[in-house]
């Protein structure tokens, strides 16, 4: 099930074009019919692929006959808007798009598209939990290879402390997970399709359980558990078993579906962070609100974990599909990067990179910058000012990360340091004569003028801040004007000698 909205707008994304206006773009879309030419007729759904219909009045009429909100059609360059049918919303596939790649693209969305308690995933997972757990009268939780809760049935009756736990943690207990690795449990899971029988742990708060893999084909996608005092009869465990199965369905429609989201929502972010000229267009497919935005940029790293702790924690990032996260994101070599609709005031900003780095392992290291607030066509600059607060904290991570409003003045530094050393530093400069004079006679005139360029040349706080006599400062700068012309006099002079003696700092 997805808004037709949201159809409409990842679509989008495919070179798919709306004709004329959706009258209600908030219908539900649930099901999904594609054109057969041997049908009699087609079947009734709410969105209608016209696979092979090359006349645009041919589809639309078998779109009514199956009362569709929505009727996907071959693009042809001289569709009129006045063609557009009442009623039915008229999307125009481009010819170098394949009915194969759309088809995959809407039947993810309507059938994989639902937002559950849990975060993501098919809110059907939940009902189907229920209806295990009414066939075998048992209470039942689906876990991902992982032991993490992925939905859970309703039915409470008999429950133990263990399944309490796990349900309230959205994962299983540490001690647990610890018994059952001792007992065995998930190496049979990795190993075989034949459920196991766990035996109760009451020091552990745990009843018996009857566990099966999950699987699709060799790949462990999770396990299905039931609460049970004893082995299951051999008629209850080929329900379990083949239960199994039909969550390993849907636990592969349901992650088409997140890489999907993820891959459309991905391209379009990096289009705004690179510039486009279509850029409201593309703001407006990913669902975002008017109004300034700040780019976060984020890296994270794991010692021997090459790659891990970033894909960790760009699945943070983009945990809870549909509408409900505040931001997008996308992974762009090793840094995610988030637009995030804010005011003026970075803290919203802060609070999530602050979640996203409570959500990771202690063990990873993280690394991270906002930007400040842009308009949509200023989205580069923000990426850019991301960037430079990122490799600020990178060089600190004891501290909170940076955000521009807090830093542009370390940034405007860098920049002019970094200016400063694309060519040659003059080998005849004031600077340079001072620098191989305090090399062969061991003196600190370069340390020295610094101090007396950023005090605006005032000798009492240059002494402060050398720890030495206002005298001894005036006899420094006394002799090195004997050693080169300084030229202190002139304020251009003055501001690229400071500029060049904070490159190395």
Not at 190 to 207: M, Q
Not at 224 to 250: F, G, M, Q
Not at 352 to 366: K, N, Q, T, Y
Not at 448 to 469: I, N, S
Request: charged share 20%.
């Amino acid at each position: 099930m997805v808004k037709l909205d949201r159809l409409i707008n990842i679509l989008g994304g495919y070179g798919a074009r709306l004709i004329g206006a959706a009258s209600a773009r908030d219908i539900e879309v649930r099901s999904v019919s594609m054109h057969d030419p041997t049908a009699p007729a087609p079947a009734i759904a709410d969105a209608f692929l016209a696979v092979g219909v090359s006349e645009l009045s041919h589809a639309v009429a078998l779109a009514a006959r199956a009362q569709s909100v929505v009727v996907l059609v071959r693009d042809h360059a001289d569709i009129p808007v006045s063609a557009a049918p009442e009623g039915i919303a008229l999307l125009l596939i481009e010819p170098g798009v394949s009915w194969s790649h759309i088809a995959e693209v809407v039947y993810g969305l309507v059938f994989e598209g639902r937002e559950t308690e849990a975060g993501r995933g098919p809110s059907d997972l939940f009902a189907l939990a229920d209806t295990v757990a009414a066939a075998l009268g048992a209470p039942v939780t689906i876990e991902d290879a992982r032991s993490r809760v992925l939905a859970y049935s309703g039915l409470q009756h008999e429950t133990d402390t263990a399944r309490q736990d796990t349900i309230l943690g959205r994962r299983v207990p540490e001690p647990v997970r610890e018994l059952f690795e001792q007992r065995g449990v998930f190496a049979h899971l990795a190993t075989s399709d034949t459920p196991l029988f766990v035996a109760p742990s009451p020091e552990n708060g745990l009843r018996g359980r009857m566990a099966v893999a999950v699987r699709a084909g060799r790949e462990l996608l999770g396990s299905l558990w039931i609460t049970c005092d004893a082995p299951l009869s051999e008629a209850r465990a080929r329900v379990l078993t083949e239960s199994a199965d039909t969550v390993a369905l849907h636990l592969l429609r349901s992650r088409v579906s997140a890489d999907l989201e993820r891959q459309v929502e991905s391209e379009l972010v990096i289009q705004l962070l690179e510039g486009t000229p279509d850029v409201t267009a593309v703001f407006g497919k990913l669902g975002l609100p008017p109004g300034e935005c700040r780019v976060i940029a984020l890296q994270a790293h794991a010692h021997g974990e090459q790659h891990a702790a970033i894909l960790l924690a760009y699945e943070r990032a983009t945990t809870g599909f549909g509408w409900s996260r505040p931001g997008r994101s996308t992974l762009f070599g090793n840094t995610v990067y988030t637009v995030l609709p804010t005011s003026g005031n970075p803290e919203p900003a802060q609070e999530w990179l602050r979640e996203i780095i409570a959500s990771l392992p202690d063990h990873v290291v993280v690394a991270a910058g906002v930007g400040g607030p842009a308009t949509l066509t200023q989205l580069p600059n923000s990426r850019q000012e991301a960037d430079e607060c990122l490799a600020l904290h990178a060089t600190d991570h004891r501290q909170p990360p940076r955000s521009y409003d807090e830093s542009w003045d370390e940034i405007l530094l860098q920049r002019l340091r970094t200016a400063a050393t694309a060519g040659r530093i003059p080998t005849r400069s004031p600077l340079a004569e001072l620098s191989r004079y305090d090399q062969t006679g061991n003196t600190r005139y370069l340390t020295t003028l610094r101090a007396w360029l950023e005090t605006q040349g005032d000798l009492v706080a240059t002494a402060a801040r050398l720890r030495v006599h206002p005298n001894t400062v005036r006899y420094r700068m006394r002799k090195m004007h004997e050693i080169t012309d300084l030229r202190l006099d002139d304020p251009r002079k003055r501001l690229a000698m400071l500029i060049t003696l904070a490159i190395d700092v």
